[in-house]
């Protein structure tokens, strides 16, 4: 295990004026240091035959105690370099001000995202889209079966686990939703991508809501302004309420926000709506 680091290089952006004093020849920079915000560590997995690093950031708003066990928070598209961090900056900023919970945010990091994303597809144009893709079975067996073990090993964990993506990752959080709804308590999906495979998943979604009943899950669903993506999210989201009680907790339709732009918004209101910290005890 090591821990997440972040390089900040510092240039100059202008040049200073031809009569400004040179330093003094005493002055003396401080040298740079790593910036941690988390660890990192890999497991080599069988599900997937492969290596798979993970990124994991604990919060640490005043007052609790560095022990304490935290439900954790798994997120597909979790590199450094992918959603890892504007995500790490929400839990952290909602956890400090009193808006959410504190979780244990577990990024995975992606090698073929559309692979590990995405059930099979007989549509040709799905099938342009990557090399491989449909191993969306195999990729929630390494969630279940090796990370999740790895990560309660390591870390202090109650056993509440949630689940966010957006887009192809979204998808994914749908699919699990719809086929295993009791490996996680909430599920997040931003944007799903549900026109793959022609819409099959939406289409068969109404067969499987007795075992989504009966798992009682929470469900956040957003969606943008672009209407393919917004219309279906939006049939996912009555048929999810048609049950009583309805495992939906919430449908935020954004449409001032497009594809791109829709995690950062969403997951705020995401995390706060189902990870509600406890009113504060009256003085």
């Known amino acids: 295990m090591r821990p997440i680091?972040?390089?900040?290089?510092?240039?100059?952006?202008?040049?200073?004026?031809?009569?400004?004093?040179?330093?003094?020849?005493?002055?003396?920079?401080?040298?740079?240091?790593?910036?941690?915000?988390?660890?990192?560590?890999t497991v080599q997995s069988k599900a997937l035959g492969e290596t798979r690093r993970i990124n994991v950031y604990r919060p640490q708003p005043w007052g609790l105690d560095p022990k304490a066990p935290l439900p954790v928070l798994y997120m597909p598209d979790g590199g450094i370099g992918e959603d890892f961090l504007?995500?790490?900056?929400?839990?952290?900023?909602?956890?400090?001000?009193?808006?959410?919970?504190?979780?244990l945010l577990v990024g995975i990091e992606n090698t073929e995202r559309r692979r590990d994303m995405t059930g099979p597809s007989k549509d040709p144009q799905d099938q342009k889209i990557a090399p491989r893709i449909g191993g969306s079975a195999a990729y929630r067996t390494f969630l279940r079966d090796e990370l999740m073990p790895q990560v309660r090993?390591?870390?202090?964990?109650?056993?509440?686990?949630?689940?966010?993506?957006?887009?192809?990752?979204?998808?994914?959080?749908?699919?699990?939703?719809?086929?295993?709804?009791?490996?996680?308590?909430?599920?997040?999906?931003?944007?799903?991508?549900?026109?793959?495979?022609?819409?099959?998943?939406?289409?068969?979604a109404a067969t499987q809501l007795p075992a989504v009943t009966q798992a009682k899950p929470r469900v956040f669903l957003a969606s943008s302004g672009q209407p393919e993506l917004a219309s279906s999210a939006a049939q996912l989201a009555t048929l999810l309420q048609q049950p009583s009680p309805s495992p939906l907790v919430k449908y935020l339709p954004l449409p001032e926000e497009t594809h791109s732009t829709i995690y950062h918004p969403a997951a705020l209101q995401a995390l706060r709506t189902l990870f509600p910290a406890p009113p504060a005890a009256s003085p």
């Open 5 to 41: 680091v972040l390089s900040l290089l510092l240039s100059a952006v202008s040049a200073a004026p031809l009569m400004a004093a040179e330093p003094a020849p005493s002055a003396q920079t401080t040298p740079a240091a790593p910036l941690v915000i988390g660890e990192t560590f």
């Open 153 to 204: 090993q390591r870390y202090p964990t109650t056993d509440e686990r949630a689940l966010i993506g957006e887009s192809l990752a979204g998808l994914f959080v749908v699919e699990t939703l719809l086929q295993e709804p009791a490996l996680f308590n909430s599920y997040i999906a931003l944007d799903p991508s549900l026109w793959w495979n022609r819409g099959t998943l939406l289409a068969g």
């Open 86 to 103: 504007h995500v790490a900056g929400l839990v952290q900023v909602l956890t400090g001000n009193g808006s959410m919970r504190p979780f």
